[in-house]
């Protein structure tokens, strides 16, 4: 019992830059707190003793302001940051390394029994905010992003944002690496956006792009074919775009 306790507190250290000391760590977190108290909660409920876990998870949410079902099954170097508003449903399985941030919710859709509630893997974390709902399952080393909605369930290593949810993933098919290539171009990138977020000025530049990347190879072929002929009038260069010139419009975006 005691080696668990020292390596939930050696967790922290490894998760939050602003942990010191261990006796800050075991005197101030309510993050170890009610991970602790969770821990006892949930060795009474399997022996029998409901209504006593009950009380004690009641207990840990008036002092920590973390709820955590004493039925929730919760891994080893389990961390919540800040702790207050996290609320954790009686079937919830979480693996080891999680993460999650203040305000998450790892709740149910349905008022039947059985298994109701996520299914988090090793590594997984979890942005503060963020609302994980029904008996899914986020794979292991998957992230949510902040104020997140999720309902279906997460590939390994995948980054989920939005409501509802969607997975961010990089630039796979041809179309999509070409958008990227003549963002680049111009000197533009859709900072934080990934091309399958539903963002409406996201996607008018996503169109905006696919456009001139066509017009662009539209007009490489008649270069090609008037060179053929003998005809040169496509040798001069075009003007190219400095990035000096949209330091402007990054400035505004940053403020």
Same mark, same amino acid.
């Given at each position: ?81 800040? =702790?207050? $508003? *996290? %609320?954790? /449903?009686?079937? #919830? ?5 999680? @993460? &999650?941030?203040? !305000? ?16 988090? =893997?090793? $590594? *997984? %974390?979890? /942005?503060?905010? #963020? ?5 899914? @399952? &986020?794979?292991? !080393? ?22 509802? /949810? ?90």
């Amino acid at each position: 019992m005691f080696k668990h306790i020292r390596e939930d507190i050696r967790s922290v250290f490894h998760r939050d830059p602003a942990a010191r000391n261990s006796l800050e760590v075991l005197l101030t977190y309510p993050g170890l707190h009610a991970l602790l108290l969770h821990r006892f909660a949930h060795c009474c409920w399997n022996i029998g003793l409901k209504l006593i876990a009950r009380l004690i998870s009641t207990f840990n949410r008036w002092l920590t302001g973390v709820e955590i079902h004493p039925g929730a099954i919760i891994g080893r170097r389990f961390f919540i940051d800040h =702790g207050m $508003g *996290v %609320v954790i /449903g009686e079937t #919830a399985e979480i693996g080891d390394d999680v @993460t &999650l941030y203040h !305000g998450v919710t790892l709740g149910g859709t349905s008022w039947s029994k059985g298994k109701r509630h996520p299914t988090l =893997g090793n $590594g *997984v %974390v979890v /942005g503060a905010g #963020a609302k994980v709902l029904g008996p899914i @399952t &986020l794979a292991a !080393g998957s992230k949510v992003g902040s104020n997140s909605v999720v309902t279906r369930d997460v590939p390994a290593g995948a980054t989920v944002v939005g409501i509802p /949810g969607r997975v961010i993933r990089k630039a796979e098919t041809e179309e999509e690496i070409k958008r990227e290539e003549m963002a680049k171009k111009i000197g533009f990138e859709a900072y934080g956006m990934a091309s399958d977020m539903p963002d409406p000025v996201a996607h008018a530049i996503h169109l905006l792009l696919d456009h001139m990347n066509a017009v662009e190879s539209k007009i490489d072929r008649m270069c090609d074919s008037l060179a053929e002929q003998g005809i040169r009038s496509c040798d001069e260069e075009l003007p190219k775009l400095k990035d000096e010139d949209f330091e402007a419009v990054r400035h505004e975006e940053d403020e």
